[in-house]
């Protein structure tokens, strides 16, 4: 849950400011074994203000409840995107026999909102998102999140292009062989027009 001070224990709502802008929220991975992932669910408080979450693994620790009011949303320390949400998108339930990778026990996962609060005054938020696990290897089958696009502004399509831009996907395919299939089940749609 989005609260409004660095403590593991707060409770108080994250204060939004006015405009644009990105609030990451540090936890402890709770789980104790190895673990990955059935669902990530919203459950979501102020919708007025929120444009988009991402939950990402962190490669180095973070205090567990800390908040880091206006972070950048270009994560140069190079955490791993578990899970995502945008208007219009729904709960990420994974099918019967497949699960989701999730961080290791003892990782600090983040929570980044977007959010766009197009008032002059501040606005509550106590958003939640949730993680429900089971046991890895629990489930046949192991998904994962691709990236498809660059966060690479600069070389990505430039604003107002009226030509198509095309890449290739190329999934690092951990633990498949170079022929094994590839099932889209979820796509979390992310454009600036």
Known sequence: TVHGASA??????????????????????????PTESIAFKSKLDNEAA????????MPSQHPNG????????????????????????KDMVMPDGVSAEIAAPGTTLMLEWHYMNNTDSPLADQS?????GVPAGSRPNTASITWLGTEDFG???????????SGTCDP?????????????????????V
């Open 128 to 132: 939640t998102v949730s993680v429900c």
């Open 155 to 165: 070389l990505g399509m430039p604003a107002h292009a009226t030509t198509s831009v």
């Open 50 to 57: 929120l444009h988009h979450w991402f939950l990402y693994a």
């Open 172 to 192: 690092s395919r951990k633990g498949l062989m170079s022929d094994a299939s590839i099932h889209l089940l979820y796509k979390i749609g992310r454009a600036h």
């Open 8 to 33: 593991a224990d707060d409770s108080t709502p994250f204060m939004v400011p006015p405009g644009e802008s990105y609030n990451c929220f540090y936890f402890d991975a709770p789980w104790t074994s």
């Open 66 to 89: 800390s908040v880091e009011a206006e972070c950048s949303p270009l994560h140069v320390d190079g955490p791993q995107m578990l899970a995502g949400w945008a208007p219009g998108g």
